[in-house]
Structure formats: structure tokens, C-alpha cells
């Protein structure tokens, strides 16, 4: 006889947690603008797009940690999937395309910039900016929130509820911006190893969506899971197409045989 389980979680956050999140978010739709804004006046104008960008991937972000939609993913499997597709995929993109490092740069001065500089070129960053770890920190990641105790334990503890949101965000970041390098990226791997990873990747997204509508987190309702998963399998399709689409778009301009003019063979005739 098939048991279906409820989670009624009470939520663990409380107005101390809003106001820290609130405060982060506010501090950010702030800095960013102002140092793209100052910035300007000594190099080029900051692109527009970016701002925009910022500003929405902020507000995404937002929108997964507090409000009615985190509420109430403390007891709907489905709007937490929901978040987490806004934490983890939609948010990183339009920050990575805003490119936040690189106006960090720009902003530092001298010294601090070439520190900045010293990290991004290290091993550490080297080696989880490697497409394929990224990718393992990334599913991986969501492997383990899914398909071990730790989603029913992250509802019962803050540290625990932070520290997930915390890794599902910066793993989704990290990930995107290890396939599409719209920021400063002082380890660039090919196209075609970026591809092939990209393909596991969402692959393997699509395998773990498929595992938790057939076996569902514990203590979630069935109809929950079947619910959450296939938003999780085609919610992810959506952004994962604008991810295949940049790539492709650099692929292509990378490849693409540039247009060379003439050489200038018409000289001028003498006067008669």
C-alpha cells in the first residue's frame, strides 16, 4: 500500500532572518549602480543592459529568500522547487551577464586590483571554475538536498536552511559563468569541452528532476513531487536554452571567418 507523506514545516525564519536578507539585497541594487555609474567617468560608459541585468537577477534572488514564495516553500515542495530554479538558474545568469567581476576591478583601486587579479589566477579558483567541477558542485550538490535527509533538515534548522540557499545559489553561479564567459575569466577552457560538459550537465539535471517525481524527498506528498519535478525538467529548460544559445553565439563570432577589406590596388593616375 503506497504511504503518501505531507511536510508541514513550520517556517524557521523569522524577522531577524528578513532584515539581515533584506539588507543584502538593498546594499546590492545599491553598490552596483553607483560604482558602474562612478566607474564611468574614468573609463567607458558602463553598458545599460548590465544594469538592468543586476537588477533583476537582485530582485530574483529576492524573490527565493523571503516573501510569500519563501514562505511558503517551507510547506510546498513546488514553490521551493520554484525558488530554487530563481536561486539557482535564473539569478546566477543575469548576474554573470551584468559581470560583477569586472566592475569590481574597475572600482579597486591599483593594488587591490591586482590582488583581486593574483586569487582569480590561483589554483583554488582554477580548479572550481574547471567546467566539470562546477557542474559535480552543482548537481551534485542538488543530489544530496534531494536524495538524502538533508531537505526535511534544512527546514528544521537556520544554519543548515542558509547554508543550502547559500551552496544551491553559488553553485549555480559558479556553473554558469564556467560555460558562458561573459565576465572576466582568466581560465578559459574550449567550446567543445564547455559543450560536452553543458550536455552532462543538463542531462544529469534531467535524470534528478525524473528521480524525484518517481521517488519523492521524504515526507513530501506525492502529488508534491510529481508537481515540483516536472517544474524542475521544464522550468530548467528555459534557462538552460538562453545558456545553449550564448555559448553557441560565441562559438559562432569565436569561428566564424572574419571579413578582411581589400588591399587598396587603385592608385591614383598620374594628371595628364
Excluded at 505531507?6 to 539581515?20: A, F, K
Excluded at 582568466?186 to 567543445?192: I, K, N
Excluded at 525538467?233 to 569565436?254: Q, R, S, T
Amino acid at each position: 500500500m503506497e504511504i503518501h507523506h505531507h511536510n508541514h514545516h513550520d517556517s524557521i525564519t523569522g524577522t531577524g532572518y528578513d532584515i539581515v536578507i533584506v539588507s543584502i539585497l538593498i546594499a546590492a541594487m545599491l553598490a552596483y549602480p553607483l560604482a558602474a555609474y562612478f566607474t564611468s567617468k574614468t573609463y567607458k560608459n558602463w553598458p545599460l543592459y548590465r544594469y538592468v541585468f543586476w537588477i533583476l537577477g537582485v530582485v530574483t534572488a529576492g524573490a527565493a529568500l523571503v516573501g510569500p514564495l519563501a514562505e511558503l516553500a517551507h510547506s510546498s515542495f513546488t514553490a521551493h522547487m520554484f525558488g530554487h530554479l530563481l536561486l539557482g538558474m535564473l539569478s546566477p545568469l543575469l548576474l554573470v551577464i551584468s559581470a560583477p567581476v569586472k566592475l569590481l576591478l574597475r572600482t579597486l583601486n591599483t593594488t587591490n586590483a591586482r590582488i583581486l587579479s593574483r586569487l582569480l589566477k590561483g589554483r583554488y579558483i582554477q580548479f572550481v571554475s574547471n567546467p566539470i567541477v562546477a557542474a559535480t558542485l552543482n548537481i551534485g550538490g542538488l543530489a544530496v538536498l534531494y536524495t538524502t535527509g538533508l531537505y526535511n533538515a534544512m527546514h528544521d534548522s537556520l544554519l543548515l536552511h542558509v547554508l543550502v540557499h547559500l551552496h544551491v545559489f553559488l553553485a549555480g553561479y559558479l556553473f554558469t559563468a564556467s560555460i558562458i564567459y561573459m565576465d572576466v575569466s582568466p581560465h578559459r577552457y574550449s567550446y567543445v569541452y564547455r559543450a560536452l560538459v553543458l550536455i552532462l550537465a543538463l542531462a544529469g539535471h534531467k535524470i534528478l528532476s525524473k528521480h524525484i517525481y518517481a521517488y519523492p524527498p521524504e515526507g513530501v506528498a506525492r502529488a508534491d513531487a510529481e508537481t515540483g519535478g516536472m517544474l524542475m525538467y521544464y522550468g530548467g529548460d528555459m534557462v538552460d536554452v538562453v545558456i545553449i544559445i550564448i555559448l553557441c553565439y560565441h562559438w559562432y563570432k569565436a569561428t566564424a571567418p572574419r571579413r578582411v577589406s581589400p588591399p587598396d590596388t587603385g592608385a591614383a593616375l598620374p594628371a595628364e
